[in-house]
C-alpha cells in the first residue's frame, strides 16, 4: 500500500513540476506558526532552535543520498512546519516586555508621546519611557495606551506629558471564541490600557531626534489633508475621503458603518490591498503613458522600470498618508515585491508572487498570520490569481482581445467585474464568518457597483487631489469625490435595507477553518485534475458548520460583570447598558437578532429579588446570585451558582457547577452549553495553559 501511494504521489508531483510546488512553501511555514499558537506551553526558544537545525540537517541528507521524492518531500514539510513554530517563537522572545498585574489608578503618570491616534470623542495616546513613580512596585510597561476625551493640540509627537489615569492589564477575550485582544497588545509591547480622567499637562517639549521630525512630516501632512478635505466637503463626503486620504475613519457614523458592513462593503474602509494595488496602477501606467509621449526617453531608457520606482515611492507616500495601518503595510509589501518582479524582467503578478510575498511577511511578523486582514487579503488574492490562471490557460483572455467593438468590450468588462466579486467574495466568506459571525449575502450586487466605481473615480479622483493641494486647487477634485461617496453611501444602504440580506453565523473553533484552508490552498495552487481533490476537504467544512455548530446558553463575563441568557434569537442581559463591546460581541457570536434586558423574560422560568434571580430550565435550576444573603438559600436548590462574588466553600458540590468570582479570575469569561443532558462548561482561560500573553 505504501508504495502505490507514493508512486501515485510522485506521479502528480511530477506533473504540477517544481515551479508550483515552491508555491506551497509558505503553507507549512504557517502550519508550524499555527501549531506555535495552539500549544499550551510557551516552548524553550533554544530547544525550537536546536531542534530545528537537526531536522534540516536530515533533510539535506537525504536530498544528498538521492532518497525518492516521496520521503525527501515528508522531511522537507516537517523541517518547514518547525522553522515555522522556531520562527513564531523567536519573535514572541523578541516582543516580550513588562505588563500590569492588576489594574491601578486613579494616579499620576508621566510618559513620552510616541503615537496620537483620532479617537470618537477625543483621541488617544500611546506612551512610552514611563515614569515609575505611579506604577509603585508593579512592572513598567514598555508601552502603555491611553484615551482622553480631549483633543489638546498642543501635545506633540515626543512630548513628555503628565496626566491623571486608570490602567489595567490587556483584556483576554471576553469568550471562549472570543478574539484574544490581550496577545494583539503582547506582539505591540504594549503592556497597560486606561482611560485620562481631566487633561493633560505637557511637563517638557519633544526633543529633536531624527524620527520625531520624520513622523512630524507626516502627521503634519495628514492634519493638512484633513484640513482641506473640511474646508471643501461636508457630512459623509468629508468622513469617507478622510478615511481613504488619511486613513481615519472616526468621522463615520455608526449608521453609516452599519449599512456598510451589511452590503458587504467593509473593505472599502480597512486601508489594504484594493487601494494600495489602485494608486499603484494608476500610477504606473499614467508614469508609463507620460514618458512613451516623449520619444527622446522612450527610446532611450527603459520607461517601464522608471515607472515601476515612480510607483514604489508614491505608494510608500500613500502608506506614510494614510498612518501605516498594518493591513496598509502588508498591501505595500506585496505591492513592492511584484514591482520589484518588473524591475528584474520577471512577471509582475503571478502566484509565486504572492507566495514570496506571504513568506516574508510570515519571517518578519509570524503573528500576522492569525489577524483578519492577512488571512482576507491572501484569501482574495490567491483565488484571483488561481482564476486569471486558470483563464489564461485555457484561452479565454485571447478570445476577449479578438472583441473590438464598444458592446463586447462592455460585456467583457460586465463580466470581469462580476468574476472578481464573486472569486473574492466566496474566498473571504468563511474568513469573515468566522471573525465577524455574519455574511453579507448581498455583498456581490454592491461590490458589482462599489468596486468599479472605486477604480474607476474614487481613487483617481483622491490621487488628483494630492496633486492639485500644493496649488491650491483641491477643490476641483475633491467636489466630485464628495459626490462619488454620496452615491458610495446610498448603494450601502439601498443593499443593507433589503431584508435577510445577511446570514448569521455562530461562533465556531478555528480548526473548522483549517480544512476550508487547506481545500482552496489545493485548488488554487495545483493544476489539472488533481487540483478538484481539494473540494473534499472545502465540503467538510461546510458540514461542520452546518451540522455541529452549537450556541451558548449563558455566557459571563468576569471583567464587566455582564451575564447573559440565550433563548432562540433573543439575548437577555443583565446590564443591557453596560460594556456594549463586550455584549455586542456576544450577540454576533450566538447570532442573536435582538438584545433585550433580561427582565423582558418570561416570569414564568425567570423570577428575580433582591438578592438573586433564578432561571428555571424544567430539568435544572439556576442561580444568579448578586447578594450574599441568597448563598444560605440557593446553594441548596439551584444547579448552577453563577455570581461575581466570592461563593462560600461549603456552597459547592458534587453534581453542582459553580462560577463566581475565583473561578472568573482564573479562567476567564465562561460560556455555558445546556442541550442535552450532559452541561458543557468553556472557559477563555485554560488553567492548564501558559502563555506569555495571558
Known amino acids: 500500500m505504501f508504495p502505490n501511494t507514493s508512486n501515485v504521489f510522485n506521479k502528480h508531483l511530477y506533473y504540477q513540476g517544481t515551479f508550483r510546488l515552491v508555491n506551497w512553501i509558505p503553507v507549512p511555514v504557517g502550519a508550524g506558526i499555527a501549531l506555535y499558537f495552539l500549544l499550551s506551553f510557551e516552548p524553550a526558544f533554544n530547544q525550537l532552535f536546536f531542534v530545528c537545525l537537526f531536522v534540516w540537517t536530515v533533510v539535506i541528507l537525504l536530498w544528498r543520498r538521492g532518497h525518492s521524492p516521496f520521503v525527501w518531500g515528508l522531511a522537507l514539510i516537517a523541517s518547514l512546519v518547525i522553522s515555522g513554530v522556531t520562527l513564531a517563537g523567536y519573535r514572541t522572545l523578541v516582543m516580550s516586555a513588562p505588563k500590569l498585574l492588576y489594574e491601578i489608578g486613579p494616579r499620576f503618570f508621566e510618559g513620552e508621546v510616541v503615537a496620537i491616534e483620532p479617537a470618537s470623542p477625543g483621541q488617544r495616546y500611546l506612551l512610552t519611557s514611563l515614569d515609575n513613580k505611579g506604577f509603585a512596585k508593579q ?32 483584556s483576554g477575550p471576553s469568550s471562549p471564541e472570543g478574539f484574544d485582544f490581550g496577545r494583539l497588545a503582547f506582539f505591540k509591547q504594549i503592556g497597560a490600557v486606561g482611560y485620562i480622567w481631566g487633561r493633560v499637562d505637557v511637563i517638557a517639549a519633544p526633543v529633536e531626534r531624527a524620527e520625531h521630525q520624520y513622523r512630524a512630516f507626516w502627521n503634519v501632512a495628514r492634519l493638512q489633508v484633513t484640513r482641506r478635505i473640511e474646508g471643501e466637503l461636508e457630512g459623509v463626503g468629508e468622513d469617507l475621503a478622510i478615511t481613504f486620504m488619511t486613513g481615519q475613519k472616526t468621522g463615520i457614523s455608526k449608521k453609516d458603518q ?19 494595488g489602485l494608486v499603484a496602477g494608476l500610477v504606473f501606467f499614467s508614469v508609463r503613458f507620460l514618458l512613451t509621449c516623449w520619444p527622446f526617453i522612450a527610446l532611450r531608457y527603459p520607461i517601464k522600470k522608471i515607472a515601476a520606482l515612480v510607483t514604489l515611492v508614491a505608494c510608500y507616500g500613500y502608506l506614510e498618508l494614510v498612518g501605516s495601518p498594518l493591513s496598509a503595510q502588508r498591501a505595500f509589501v506585496m505591492v513592492a515585491i511584484t514591482l520589484l518582479a518588473v524591475l528584474l524582467d520577471r512577471q509582475a503578478i503571478s502566484m509565486r508572487t504572492v507566495s514570496v510575498a506571504a513568506l516574508v511577511l510570515l519571517i518578519i511578523t509570524p503573528e500576522v498570520l492569525v489577524s483578519v486582514s492577512f488571512q482576507l487579503s491572501f484569501a482574495a488574492v490567491i483565488a484571483l490569481v488561481a482564476v486569471f490562471e486558470y483563464r489564461n490557460r485555457n484561452g479565454f483572455e485571447n478570445k476577449r482581445a479578438r472583441r473590438h467593438n464598444a458592446s463586447g468590450r462592455l460585456l467583457d468588462y460586465l463580466a470581469m467585474t462580476v468574476l472578481c466579486s464573486l472569486t473574492a467574495t466566496l474566498a473571504t466568506a468563511p474568513f469573515i464568518a468566522y471573525h465577524f459571525h455574519s455574511v453579507p449575502l448581498l455583498g456581490i450586487v454592491a461590490n458589482m457597483i462599489a468596486v468599479p466605481l472605486t477604480a474607476m473615480i474614487v481613487m483617481p ?91 451558548p446558553d449563558i455566557l459571563v463575563d468576569g471583567e464587566s460583570g455582564l451575564i447573559a441568557i440565550r433563548q432562540g434569537e433573543k439575548l437577555y442581559l443583565n446590564h443591557p447598558r453596560r460594556a456594549r463591546f463586550v455584549s455586542g460581541g456576544w450577540q454576533k457570536e450566538t447570532a442573536s437578532v435582538r438584545v433585550l434586558d433580561w427582565r423582558e423574560l418570561s416570569p414564568d422560568t425567570f423570577l428575580c429579588d433582591a438578592w438573586a434571580c433564578r432561571l428555571d430550565l424544567g430539568n435544572k435550576k439556576v442561580a444568579l446570585i448578586h447578594s450574599s444573603e441568597a448563598f444560605e438559600e440557593d446553594c441548596s436548590n439551584a444547579d448552577y451558582i453563577i455570581t461575581q462574588l466570592r461563593v462560600p466553600k461549603w456552597c459547592g458540590g458534587k453534581d453542582r457547577i459553580v462560577i463566581g468570582y475565583d473561578q472568573l479570575k482564573k479562567q476567564g469569561a465562561h460560556s455555558l452549553f445546556l442541550a442535552g443532558e450532559d452541561v458543557q462548561v468553556r472557559y477563555s482561560k485554560k488553567q492548564d495553559v501558559f502563555r506569555p500573553w495571558m
Not at 482622553?148 to 491623571?164: A, D, K, P, T
Not at 452599519?258 to 486601508?271: D, F, M, T
Not at 465540503?539 to 452549537?550: E, S
Open 461 to 551: 479622483l483622491v490621487l488628483l487631489s494630492y496633486l492639485l493641494m500644493p496649488l491650491g486647487m483641491e477643490q476641483l477634485a475633491l467636489v466630485p469625490l464628495g459626490w462619488a461617496f454620496e452615491f458610495l453611501i446610498m448603494v450601502g444602504e439601498m443593499v443593507a435595507s433589503i431584508p435577510d440580506g445577511e446570514l448569521m453565523v455562530p461562533a465556531f473553533p478555528g480548526w473548522y477553518l483549517a480544512f476550508f484552508i487547506f481545500g482552496g490552498l489545493w485548488l488554487c495552487l495545483f493544476k489539472g485534475a488533481f487540483r478538484y481533490w481539494g473540494g473534499g476537504s472545502i465540503v467538510v467544512f461546510i458540514g461542520l458548520v452546518l451540522f455541529t455548530g452549537t450556541k
Open 139 to 170: 512592572p513598567i510597561p514598555t508601552f502603555i495606551r491611553v484615551r482622553s476625551n480631549l483633543i489638546q493640540e498642543e501635545v506633540e509627537l515626543g512630548s513628555r506629558i503628565r496626566f491623571l489615569a486608570v490602567l489595567a492589564p490587556p
Open 258 to 276: 452599519e449599512n456598510i458592513r451589511k452590503s458587504g462593503l467593509a473593505h472599502l474602509l480597512a486601508i489594504s490591498g484594493l487601494h494600495m
